[in-house]
């Protein structure tokens, strides 16, 4: 039972609430007896403030009776109803905050380099212990990925050719798109490579939206500029096509024989995939304002002409409004006749200041090329303008796609958290 002693006025503020709650849960189904003993159930627990203690609660157990024969699951009260109760809220909660005012999104990519942060790496020396992994996971969303050689022999890494196609996520070395699930639930995508040691094969898988080409550039030739400058100064008896057979699926991939001899169980590739921002996007604002230039806006992809392949929300920045003329000369993007203004980003790109590398002519920004913005629609591109995947390349943003303005970095805790740029 449930009393509190010596508080006569909250165990009576109890039982008042719980009458309350039967009469209104279950009054289309109680008997007009069942209503009328709770309505007598108030009467008395008011009744019984006024009582000398012992009586009070004598009362208040003939109440609590009463109430638990026509309580139902109602009452009496028990845990599991309780907490069903309070998840059942948390989550209309979570749910109504989410589809009306902010929803997270995590950025798989570098597109918005160096203002926000995609998944990058860092090369790891030793094995680190459980301990360290789990530090590094905690503050860092890092996950390491470490190969190892099957056998004795030089290494050998397909390289992409102009015959491979993989779809825009580009590349140097050759992978395939592998449908897996993450957590072993969640239905999702990977790349897979292929590389040779000796005799065998050995596979690595990463994120999709990971390109590996960084992470293999640093680790086998970590003088080098690019793999163009690694490949162009190979002779051609270090490249052939050997066959991969996987899963029932035969290709001819182009192989670079790197030179680089590798023993059985030494590691060929040992290193850590740090998350990518995590961001707050406020979807309340464009709902009473205009998205404005300058805006680091989210948006889905599922109508856009040339991302219809895959549904998924892409982070950018708004350069250009319905009726907008945009061109690039040298490192600056023009709007309108003038070099473009609304963020700290459009400026730093144009002088190149800090890792900011300049707009670049591509897609329908080509040297020479201007692009007008049709009605209804948004222009958006990369601060990572070289390597982002952005308007150039598939086209227009349509309004309806628009899901909101990033406005805070919640996660990981490095120097970029806290309020969005």
């Not at 015959?163 to 395939?176: A, F, M, S």
């Not at 898988?205 to 086998?220: G, M, Y």
Request: with cysteine.
């Amino acid at each position: 039972m449930f009393l509190k002693k010596d508080k006569i006025k909250e165990t009576a503020k109890y039982l008042l609430s719980v009458t309350r709650k039967i009469e209104n849960y279950r009054k289309d189904i109680l008997s007009k007896e069942q209503l009328a003993i709770l309505s007598r159930a108030r009467t008395q627990i008011n009744e019984a403030l006024a009582l000398p203690r012992t009586e009070a609660y004598k009362n208040f157990e003939t109440i609590e009776q009463s109430l638990k024969s026509i309580g139902g699951d109602i009452y009496p009260v028990t845990g599991l109803v309780e907490n069903a109760e309070v998840f059942l809220f948390a989550a209309i909660l979570a749910i109504a905050v989410r589809i009306f005012f902010f929803q997270p999104f995590r950025i798989p990519t570098n597109s918005m380099w160096p203002t926000y942060a995609g998944m990058t790496f860092e090369l790891v020396d030793s094995h680190k212990n459980i301990f360290e992994r789990l530090k590094r996971w905690t503050l860092f969303g890092a996950s390491n990925v470490n190969v190892q050689a099957p056998d004795t022999g030089n290494l050998q890494i397909p390289i992409m050719t102009s015959e491979d196609k993989v779809g825009p996520y580009g590349g140097i070395l050759y992978y395939r798109v592998i449908d897996t699930r993450k957590f072993w639930l969640f239905p999702t995508k990977e790349r897979e490579y292929t590389f040779v040691v000796g005799e065998h094969h050995v596979t690595l898988r990463v994120p999709l939206e990971f390109s590996f080409d960084d992470v293999a550039l640093e680790t086998l030739f970590p003088k080098a500029k690019s793999w163009k400058e690694v490949l162009d100064h190979r002779p051609s008896r270090c490249f052939k096509r050997l066959k991969l057979n996987k899963d029932g699926h035969e290709d001819r991939v182009h192989y670079f024989d790197t030179g680089i001899r590798k023993s059985a169980g030494e590691d060929l590739f040992n290193f850590d995939i740090l998350s990518g921002d995590m961001l707050f996007v406020n979807r309340m604002s464009y709902h009473f304002s205009m998205p404005k230039i300058g805006d680091p806006f989210v948006f889905r992809t599922r109508t856009i002409e040339g991302l219809r392949y895959d549904d998924k929300y892409f982070i950018k920045r708004l350069v250009g409004l319905p009726g907008d003329i945009l061109h690039v000369e040298g490192t600056t993007l023009y709007r309108n006749g003038t070099p473009i203004e609304g963020a700290e980003a459009f400026e730093r790109n144009r002088k190149q200041i800090d890792k900011y590398p300049g707009y670049t002519n591509t897609g329908l920004l080509e040297e020479g090329y201007e692009v007008e913005v049709p009605e209804n629609h948004y222009f958006a591109m990369g601060d990572n303008s070289p390597h982002s995947y952005d308007s150039r390349g598939w086209g227009f943003v349509p309004n309806r796609e628009v899901v909101g303005k990033a406005v805070f970095i919640l996660y990981p805790f490095t120097r970029r958290w806290g309020c969005s740029k």
